[in-house]
C-alpha cells in the first residue's frame, strides 16, 4: 500500500465546477504539498501545510492531521487547471525528502 | 523572480555513456533536492544536500553521484547509463534544510537513453 494516496487518479469537470482532490497518508508527516504538473512540463508548487488551511486565488487547500487527510480544492474550474496535481508529504523526524502521492490528472472542459 | 534552474532542458544519450545534469538553486537557498520521474511514475526522491554536505539518500543507484559547490549549485553525475534511466530529473531547492521550508522545483532535464 502506497504511503500516500491520492483521489480521484482521473477527474474530468466542466469549467466554472468546484474540483476537491483528496489525499490521505498513512506516516507521520511534518509538512504536507500539493503540487502541479501540466503535461511534459515541470512541477510547481502550489501550497505547503502542516496545519489548517491555506488560500491562494482560485486555490484552497487543507489538512486535517489527526485524520491523516488533505484536500485540494479549485474554485471556478477553468480550462487552464487541466493539468496532474500532486500530493507530496515530508516525513516526521530528520529526513527533507517528499514522498509523492500517484497524482490526479484533471481535465476541465469548456 | 529568480527560479530554479536546471541545465540541460533536454538531453539524448546512448547506453553506457556517462551524463552530468546541473541544477542552479533560487539565490540564498542552501540546500538542493533531486529527484527522478520515470514515465509514468510518481517522482521519487534521490538525493539531498544541505550546506554542500549530502542531508539524505534516497534510491539513487550506484552508478549516480552527485555534489553541491560553494556556490550551492549541485550536479548529478550519473555513469553507465541505462535504458531505464530514461527519465525526468528534478532539481528542487529551499532555504534552509528544515522540515517547515518549501520546496520550489526547477522545470527538470529529461533525459533519453536509447
Known amino acids: 500500500k502506497n504511503e500516500v494516496e491520492q483521489s480521484p487518479q482521473n477527474l474530468t469537470a466542466q469549467e466554472g465546477e468546484f474540483i476537491t482532490i483528496n489525499c490521505s497518508y498513512s506516516?507521520?508527516?511534518?509538512?504536507l504539498h500539493w503540487l502541479q504538473q501540466h503535461p511534459g512540463g515541470g512541477i510547481v508548487s502550489l501550497f505547503m501545510l502542516s496545519s489548517g488551511k491555506k488560500k491562494h486565488g482560485r486555490l484552497i487547500a487543507t489538512i486535517n492531521i489527526q485524520e491523516k487527510h488533505s484536500s485540494l480544492h479549485i474554485t471556478a474550474s477553468h480550462p487552464r487547471d487541466s493539468a496532474v496535481y500532486i500530493c507530496a508529504v515530508r516525513k516526521g523526524g530528520a529526513t527533507n525528502k517528499l514522498i509523492f502521492g500517484t497524482g490526479t490528472l484533471l481535465a476541465v472542459q469548456p | 523572480a529568480a527560479g530554479v534552474i536546471q541545465s540541460p532542458r533536454h538531453l539524448i544519450k546512448e547506453k553506457r555513456e556517462t551524463a552530468t545534469l546541473k541544477c542552479y538553486p533560487i539565490p540564498r537557498h542552501d540546500t538542493v533536492y533531486w529527484y527522478q520521474q520515470g514515465p509514468g511514475q510518481d517522482p521519487q526522491f534521490l538525493i539531498s544536500f544541505y550546506e554542500k554536505m549530502q542531508s539524505d539518500k534516497g534510491s539513487i543507484p550506484d552508478r549516480f553521484s552527485a555534489q553541491q559547490f560553494s556556490d550551492y549549485h549541485s550536479e548529478l553525475n550519473m555513469s553507465s547509463l541505462e535504458l531505464g534511466d530514461s527519465a525526468l530529473y528534478f532539481c528542487?531547492?529551499?532555504?534552509?534544510?528544515?522540515?517547515?521550508?518549501?520546496?520550489?522545483f526547477g522545470p527538470g532535464t529529461r533525459l533519453t537513453v536509447l
Open positions: 528542487a531547492s529551499s532555504s534552509t534544510g528544515r522540515a517547515a521550508d518549501t520546496q520550489y
Open positions: 506516516v507521520g508527516i511534518s509538512a
